[in-house]
């Protein structure tokens, strides 16, 4: 089965639903995505359905549990270092690639992985988009420089976790701890089976959704916070009151203001804002047919959904007039609950929302709070003030977010 263009698109609430979930096993990505990446990324929950996509999802899932996420200790020795990073004296600087150096997985002196990392995933995107015509690529010899680099930084890991599985079954025994022992993805695997290549490819279809969903996120945070000094100042006060309180899970959740920021800058700026399904078998969607387009709508087996994210989430019949400013105020109390419509799926929902959805909530919340305690207030030092979007295997700012901070006073 060969899909060759996108031939269905929906920005239709209840087709998003039946495509995610009531009608998830009518819809795939197999066959779109399967090995069009290889050799940087092969088979995962990122290319794969079936049981193998089901066997790889439930690998992943205990990494992403409550007591992993809410591992603020870890996080914050990140957080520190990347606040160090941030110049004091009320410079300008871009944050979008200061941020995605936070990413706890990768050290923070490897500069070249992460140049090699945002071109293969830069090529992978091309290469998704060429579909039947990515043979054009075939003679790119950049490509393939990148991803040897990322290959040859995750199969140092992958050997690392394969010998620490020898050591540990060596005696016949598995290691006691006093307490349960953390998840780690990569251990956990190394434990199924001992084969680098196999380890690599899931670890790679992990990583790579996952490693700049929360930079890109809180980036776009910035950039809107930049242009908004009034909300800065409204967050900045909240965040004030915490006083000495630790920084905790359960405080972070009751943070309206943080909250309300992300949700709004999550509204406009979707990690992924068009996700493509392919039809597995002949199905039907909800609506979209007849000739007011509410009627349900036949789909062929082999056929191309694009499920237009971006458009639902500015529709200015489910968000108002203003549905394409940035107004946190929208999510005070009262609100529509547009989560429960699926009018508002920044991570999608179903079967394939993204299981590090609490993960980049939190740390979201977290980094929001540490720079707006240390930071007074922010500007924008950017001379473009739209958002214009650069489409990778995310979407982010093509200009980058230019701004300044402005450091808080000791008296504070």
Known sequence: MKALSVSIQTADAENIQAISAT???DFGVGPIRGNIGAPFLDRGVFTDDG????????????????????????????????????????????????????????????????????????????RLLAGPLKFLFFFDPTWKKAYTKVHAFVDRHVAHAIEKHREITKGGKPISHAAPPKYILLHEMAAETQDPYYLRSQILNVFF???????????????????????????????????????TFELLKS??????VINE????????????????????LPVGGGGDGRSPLFVTKGQLVEMD?????????????????????????????????WQYEPFLGGMRMCPAQGQVLLQLAYLLVRVTQEFESIENRDEEINYIEEIKMTVESRNG???????????D
């Open 23 to 25: 009608k998830f096993n």
């Open 51 to 126: 049981e193998f996509w089901k066997h790889s999802r439930a690998l992943i899932r205990p990494t992403f549990n409550r007591a992993g996420i809410a591992d603020l200790n870890s996080f914050e020795r990140h957080v520190g270092r990347f606040l160090a990073l941030i110049p004091k004296d009320s410079s300008a600087f871009d944050m979008q690639p200061l941020v995605k150096r936070l990413t706890p997985l990768t050290p923070f002196d490897t500069a070249e992985f992460m140049k090699a990392f945002d071109y293969s995933l830069l090529g992978l995107a091309l």
């Open 209 to 247: 959704p996952a490693r700049d969903t929360a930079a890109i996120a809180f980036g776009n945070i910035m950039f809107e916070l930049a242009r908004q000094p009034r909300i800065w100042q409204d967050l900045r006060a909240e965040v004030l009151r915490i006083g000495s309180q630790i920084i």
């Open 255 to 260: 943070l309206k203001v943080v909250k309300a």
């Open 265 to 284: 800058t999550l509204r406009l700026h979707l990690p992924a804002s068009r996700i493509t399904r392919v039809a597995l078998r002949d199905t039907v």
């Open 309 to 341: 994210l971006f458009t639902l989430q500015r529709d200015p019949d489910i968000w108002g007039h203003d549905a394409h400013e940035f107004k946190p105020g929208r999510w005070d109390e009262g609100r529509p609950l547009w989560e429960a419509k």
């Open 401 to 411: 977010v230019k701004i300044a901070l402005i450091p808080a006073q000791c008296s």
